[in-house]
């Protein structure tokens, strides 16, 4: 299952660091190449040569401990390893990864890589909810980084809380289901658009919408690690544009329409989750608009919906629309799946805590033509977009077989 994977496994201070030996072995086993840094503290719990033993390589501990010349030991690993895997995770790492810190060998690396990272944590119960510690695991979810969850048990603390790190068999899954993952879309071109679009009034007014663009990069990120090639049409956004992805930017719906048809033809799988304008400036003045009497009257016309344009068009893709909603959400996403000839809608309740615009979670309901499909619960957008893209890639051979193709 692992056999070709190159993989880091980072194993930090903590007692359950004996649990790294393990996992280290039954990665091996699995058929995995694994390379070992530990650090300082992970040393102190178990030693570096039980990791060498089993992983059979040289275990990494010092950054400055070059064993060749030819390369740079922590950009060498970074640049060849498929996934990063830290088990057990300390509070300290995932506070080190979440602000850029850089000052020992498993830190560096995991500055310098750019591959996919999961991360098992394994601490007392009240550092687990320490809201620095709550503060870093989102921001990094918020970058794409895995989790295994702790669970549940006997703390080496006394406490009987979570914190546990996860069983070695339990991150294996996780490893293999990574992988499993990371091939579905190997060879399908994904096209996303993401954020809020900007509809000018005059050289420095706009009218635009709450959109962040986090739903929809995180889509992009979503399918990106599933091996698709992705563009990602981005109106105003507040959010780091993904690496690996290519970004088109626009700021109006049509320049967002214009983009979006261009690509059309050459890709497999479209997700509209851009808030687009329903209405734009019947007219764009060219200088700044000046102040007259106590009421302005602006004049709007309708935009293009693009996703209609694009349902109309349809051949191979397979269409993916969005629905902000607050009311009649089933009613309304229906109508919208329907009219706009999609193979799937996703409606999210705006209003409702935890969901839609701006925030780093959603909760999501997905429809196809037979009616709701899935209800994803509250969830970070990062894990609703993985969510997303497994059922697309479920549903695409179907797609495919219905357009004859
Ligand atoms: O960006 P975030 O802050 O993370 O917020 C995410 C989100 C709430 C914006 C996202 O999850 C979402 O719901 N996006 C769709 C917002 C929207 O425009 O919904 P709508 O119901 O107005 O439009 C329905 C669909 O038609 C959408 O796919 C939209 O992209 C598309 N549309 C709408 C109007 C238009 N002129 N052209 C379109 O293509």
Same mark, same amino acid.
């Given at each position: 299952?692992?056999?070709?994977?190159?993989? %880091?496994? !980072?194993?930090?201070?903590?007692?359950?660091?004996?649990? !790294? /030996?393990?996992?280290?072995?039954?990665?091996?086993?699995?058929?995995?190449?694994? &390379?070992?840094?530990?650090?300082?503290?992970?040393?102190?719990? %178990?030693?570096?040569?039980?990791?060498?033993?089993?992983?059979?390589?040289?275990?990494?501990?010092?950054?400055?401990?070059?064993?060749?010349? +030819?390369?740079?030991?922590?950009?060498?690993? /970074?640049?060849?390893?498929?996934?990063?895997? %830290?088990? @057990?995770?300390?509070?300290?790492?995932?506070?080190?990864?979440?602000?850029?810190?850089?000052?020992?060998?498993?830190?560096?690396?995991?500055?310098?890589?750019?591959?996919?990272?999961?991360?098992?944590?394994?601490?007392?119960?009240?550092?687990?909810?320490?809201?620095?510690?709550?503060?870093?695991?989102?921001?990094?979810?918020?970058?794409?980084?895995?989790?295994?969850?702790?669970?549940?048990?006997?703390?080496?603390?006394?406490?009987? /809380?979570?914190? &546990?790190?996860?069983?070695?068999?339990? =991150?294996?899954? /996780?490893?293999?289901?990574?992988?499993?993952?990371?091939? &579905?879309?190997?060879?399908?071109?994904?096209?996303?658009?993401?954020?809020?679009?900007?509809?000018?009034?005059?050289?420095?007014?706009?009218?635009?919408?709450?959109?962040?663009?986090?739903?929809?990069?995180?889509?992009?990120?979503?399918?990106?690690?599933?091996?698709?090639?992705?563009?990602?049409?981005?109106?105003?956004?507040?959010? *780091?544009?993904?690496?690996?992805?290519?970004?088109?930017?626009?700021?109006? +719906?049509?320049?967002?329409?214009?983009?979006?048809?261009?690509?059309?033809?050459?890709?497999?799988?479209?997700?509209?989750?851009?808030?687009?304008?329903?209405?734009? @400036?019947? *007219?764009?003045?060219?200088?700044?608009?000046?102040?007259?009497?106590?009421?302005?009257?602006?004049?709007?016309?309708?935009?293009?919906?693009?996703?209609?344009?694009?349902?109309?068009?349809?051949?191979?893709?397979?269409?993916?629309?969005? *629905?902000?909603?607050?009311?009649?959400?089933?009613?309304?996403?229906?109508?919208?799946?329907?009219?706009?000839?999609?193979?799937?809608?996703?409606?999210?309740?705006?209003?409702?805590?935890?969901?839609?615009?701006?925030?780093?979670?959603? =909760?999501?309901?997905?429809?196809?033509?037979?009616?709701?499909?899935?209800?994803?619960?509250?969830?970070?957008?990062?894990?609703?977009?993985?969510?997303?893209?497994? %059922?697309?890639?479920?549903?695409?051979?179907? &797609?495919?077989?219905?357009?004859?193709?």
């Amino acid at each position: 299952m692992l056999t070709g994977k190159s993989i %880091i496994l !980072g194993i930090t201070g903590g007692i359950a660091a004996y649990k !790294g /030996a393990a996992l280290c072995s039954k990665l091996v086993q699995a058929g995995a190449d694994v &390379r070992v840094i530990m650090t300082d503290s992970a040393a102190k719990f %178990i030693t570096p040569l039980t990791l060498q033993t089993l992983s059979r390589h040289p275990v990494y501990t010092d950054t400055f401990d070059e064993r060749d010349a +030819a390369v740079v030991s922590h950009i060498d690993l /970074a640049d060849h390893a498929d996934l990063i895997v %830290i088990a @057990p995770a300390t509070a300290n790492v995932i506070g080190k990864m979440a602000n850029g810190l850089a000052d020992d060998m498993l830190s560096t690396t995991l500055l310098a890589a750019t591959c996919p990272i999961l991360v098992a944590p394994a601490m007392n119960v009240h550092m687990y909810e320490h809201p620095a510690v709550v503060h870093n695991l989102e921001l990094l979810a918020s970058r794409g980084v895995m989790y295994v969850e702790p669970g549940t048990g006997q703390l080496a603390c006394g406490y009987v /809380a979570k914190g &546990r790190l996860a069983e070695p068999e339990d =991150i294996v899954a /996780a490893v293999q289901a990574f992988f499993r993952r990371s091939k &579905r879309l190997e060879g399908k071109r994904v096209l996303v658009t993401a954020g809020g679009t900007m509809e000018r009034l005059d050289p420095v007014r706009y009218l635009t919408n709450d959109s962040s663009g986090k739903m929809g990069f995180a889509i992009a990120e979503a399918a990106r690690d599933m091996g698709a090639q992705v563009t990602l049409i981005a109106g105003r956004t507040a959010a *780091a544009v993904p690496a690996g992805v290519r970004l088109i930017s626009v700021e109006s +719906a049509e320049q967002m329409l214009n983009a979006a048809l261009h690509e059309y033809d050459n890709t497999d799988i479209v997700v509209k989750s851009a808030a687009v304008a329903d209405y734009r @400036p019947a *007219a764009v003045q060219q200088r700044k608009i000046k102040k007259t009497g106590e009421k302005l009257v602006l004049e709007l016309e309708r935009t293009t919906d693009i996703l209609a344009a694009l349902g109309e068009r349809k051949q191979q893709q397979f269409l993916v629309g969005f *629905a902000a909603e607050t009311e009649q959400i089933e009613h309304y996403a229906m109508d919208k799946l329907r009219r706009k000839h999609c193979d799937l809608l996703v409606a999210n309740d705006v209003s409702a805590e935890g969901a839609g615009f701006n925030g780093d979670t959603n =909760i999501m309901q997905v429809y196809s033509a037979e009616g709701l499909l899935e209800s994803l619960p509250l969830m970070t957008k990062r894990e609703a977009a993985n969510r997303l893209m497994t %059922i697309i890639a479920d549903r695409l051979p179907l &797609r495919r077989e219905s357009a004859g193709l």
